[in-house]
């Protein structure tokens, strides 16, 4: 599980890569789910969590730009 902590470690492109990867990797889990091939659960609310974690620290960032500006 990504720590909140990690995640804001990392700069705004790679918060953007992982997003996209986590994106692909929840539409596969939602297949694997639809096809009854799923074998954790699980995994789909952690990966929906980390999304939100990372669009929430996107938008901070974003605000916190605007602020200052």
Known sequence: MTKTEDL???S?????????TLKREAFNLRFQAATNQLEGPARIREVR???AKIKTL???R???????A
């Open 8 to 10: 804001r470690q990392k």
């Open 12 to 20: 705004d492109d790679q918060l953007s890569e992982e997003l996209v």
């Open 49 to 51: 969590r980390t999304i």
């Open 62 to 68: 974003s605000r916190s730009e605007a602020a200052k």
């Open 58 to 60: 996107q938008s901070e």
